[in-house]
């Protein structure tokens, strides 16, 4: 891991989930990106250099404030740190930005307790996820960092397309030789007479030498049961992949799900499956 990105708009969020990536970055000897994005004017009659000169200040006003929590992070961590402000979308410069920066991960906070998922997680946040194209590190506001032991990988498909995908949760287990916990519920009613076949994986061959085990659970309730295995595996990250669809719809289309899952308090791992 040679380059962490965190997309931040000052929020107590942002700043709880850069002092996270910071500490990751110190773990890993990775570079730290803070990236703030700001819009444009939407609707404007001035001339283009009266414009370009509004953004040139904009970007130097926000340098500015980057500056300061650079300076905070290189000392508490004794780390490098980059700042890039951008004019645009976090969701587009944040993928620019990584690609530029060579990054391997982008971090991001989790903010509020509204249950309802556009405020709980922030719009930002939630754009990025639905992309599907960034490795992300979702920090809810309360968690702080620790070294992962246990790692909980929920996986209705266990077979992956792309080394990629699994790459950043590879990284992080070998990092803190945390153990890969791989979570599967099979809720397909079983046809009396008939047995269950197991599904084509590769997980094998992905994880290697990695520590691992598997955990297969059968039956209704798979956003409950997931749940569960954080607090029964005492798991300190939970990882996943956005458009396995079973995945994702329990535990991030219902915004009581969500509300559950911000009471674990730990770091979700969001694995891209088209970067």
Known sequence: MKSIIVPTDYSESAANAALYAAALAQKAKARLVLLHTF????????????LQQFIDETIAVHNERLQEIKQSLEQQYSIEVKCIVEAGS??????????????????MGLRGTNPALNVLMGSNTTEVLRRG???????PRPATFQAPARILFACDNPF??????????????????????????DE????????????PSNLEAHLGKIRHVYTFDMGEGLRERILEAIQDSKA????????????????????????????TKVPMLILAENN
């Open 39 to 50: 819009p444009y004017p939407v609707i404007t009659d001035m001339p283009p250099d009266v």
């Open 90 to 107: 976090v969701v587009h410069r944040l993928a620019e930005a990584m690609e530029q920066e060579k990054s391997d991960l982008a971090v």
């Open 133 to 139: 194209k960034t490795p992300l590190l979702i920090v």
């Open 160 to 185: 992956i397309e792309k080394e990629s995908t699994i790459s950043p949760l590879k990284e992080i287990a070998t990092l803190f030789g945390a153990e890969i916990e791989v979570y599967t519920l």
């Open 188 to 199: 397909t009613p079983l046809v009396p007479g008939q047995s269950r076949q197991p599904r």
């Open 236 to 263: 300190d990250m939970l990882a996943m992949i956005p458009h396995h669809r079973s995945v994702w719809a329990y535990l991030f289309d219902q915004s009581d799900t969500l509300s559950v899952a911000l009471q």
